[in-house]
């Protein structure tokens, strides 16, 4: 990786670790040199070595002397990279047959239980070929994208905006946990098994990518600690928080593949994006189940669009540290220094960062608390009753299961009260 580029346009040298790149009277030199080289040409910058006439280690190797830029990863810091082309991983034949496998069985899938399915399938303008294109009954159109290389942020969002703009909802399909489109788009995570397998419809378990809502009254009893005060004690407030299936309460049955490919075309899963509540450039993109998806945007209050925005993680900002260029090609230590400079896991395991609603007030005689839809679908699903089963507790007037099968006149924490009194 290389901390200078020639641009063949401008005919200019650039240095990548300079704030302005060497040429203040350019200002949109830095959007423009890292633009998908999809969309611009692909001969705009060259290695140095290459351009001075001096050996470049990439096209002495039989690859390719041009060049793109990328935000690297060296500790802490992400300073601006060259890098020799090809940008987009050439996949290996294993890659290619995992690839082969996987797109056959998701079309296989969708036919046997009768839906349309086409492999290969582009869109109106021919912009974006999704690898396997799923119709359900009414009309959805689910477009699978498998990779299982790297690809940019940059194209995953341009794809997916583009398939969006058609009509088609994209749902990505990884293998690595580190994959940059993990919550660029919706998108589900398989394990990197053999294309043999794949193929012999060996189980494939959706291990990320997939979540069940999960709510809760904050009380002693409660088998989950409290995000408020970081486990520390309980609110007695309601929460809620999207769970991957094995860390659900119980635990909820897996999904597999052949399930997401129905699920997904018949709307009994769909997409949701959940905005970080810390930053509004990030969040998450998960497949859930419809029901939960229904109950989360009653208690939140909103209805959150898919969202197509490019997003940025928080600690993305360039680093500039400022030096000489280095006029050596570096094409060699690329693959070497992958080691340290490893992308970051994006996948992870832990709950989104929910909602929490506030503990209701207490009821009282002659001034009876207005409970508003959200109160109630929360202490609904909390206490895993129907609404109409919801009452005021005898003693402190939080609503509880009042009425019908299993009811009481005081709520447990009540209850425990007074059976020390």
């Not at 690839?99 to 086409?118: M, P």
């Amino acid at each position: 990786m290389a901390n200078g580029v020639w641009h063949t346009g401008y005919g200019i040298e650039i240095n990548l670790s300079l704030p302005d790149l060497g040429h203040p009277e350019i200002p949109d030199l830095l959007q423009e040199i890292t633009t998908s080289v999809a969309d611009r040409d692909m001969h705009l910058l060259e290695c140095l070595a290459h351009h001075e006439g001096r050996e470049c280690l990439s096209e002495s190797g039989g690859k390719s002397p041009w060049m793109f830029v990328r935000r690297g990863r060296v500790g802490g810091r992400r300073p601006l990279v060259a890098s020799h082309l090809p940008v987009t991983h050439k996949a290996t034949p294993a890659e290619s047959a995992q690839h082969k496998a996987t797109k056959d069985r998701i079309v296989e899938t969708a036919s046997r239980h009768g839906l349309d399915a086409e492999a290969e399938a582009p869109t109106a303008n021919r912009r974006t070929i999704s690898d396997a294109l799923v119709t359900g009954p009414n009309g959805t159109r689910i477009g699978w994208e498998i990779q299982y290389h790297h690809l940019s942020p940059s194209s995953v969002h341009r794809r997916s905006v583009n398939a969006v703009e058609h009509g088609i909802t994209p749902l990505w399909v990884a293998k690595d946990r580190t994959a940059s489109l993990i919550d660029r788009a919706p998108w589900a995570r398989v394990d990197d098994m053999p294309w043999k397998d794949i193929a012999d419809g060996k189980e494939m378990l959706i291990r990320g990518g997939y979540r069940y809502l999960q709510v809760w009254k904050c009380v002693p009893s409660s088998d989950r600690h409290c995000p408020v005060t970081d486990g520390a004690g309980h609110c007695d407030a309601i929460h809620a928080d999207w769970f991957l299936p094995a860390l659900c309460q119980p635990q909820k049955k897996a999904v597999h593949l052949e399930d997401l490919v129905l699920q997904s075309a018949t709307s009994e899963s769909v997409p949701v994006y959940v905005p970080s509540r810390g930053s509004g450039r990030a969040g998450r993109h998960m497949w859930v189940p419809a029901v939960d998806r229904d109950l989360w945007q009653e208690m939140v209050g909103e209805k959150t669009r898919l969202s197509t925005a490019p997003i940025d993680e928080e600690n993305d900002e360039i680093t500039f540290a400022e030096e000489e260029i280095d006029r050596t090609c570096r094409a060699g230590e690329e693959s070497r220094r992958r080691s340290s400079d490893e992308r970051p896991v994006r996948d992870l395991a832990q709950p989104t960062g929910g909602v929490t609603l506030l503990r209701m007030p207490a009821w009282r005689p002659g001034n009876p608390t207005v409970i508003t839809s959200v109160e109630r679908a929360a202490a609904s699903a909390a206490l895993e009753c129907p609404p109409w089963e919801l009452g005021p507790c005898a003693e402190c007037g939080q609503l509880m299961r009042r009425y019908g099968c299993n009811a009481a006149m005081f709520c447990a924490v009540c209850r425990v009260v007074l059976n020390n009194r």
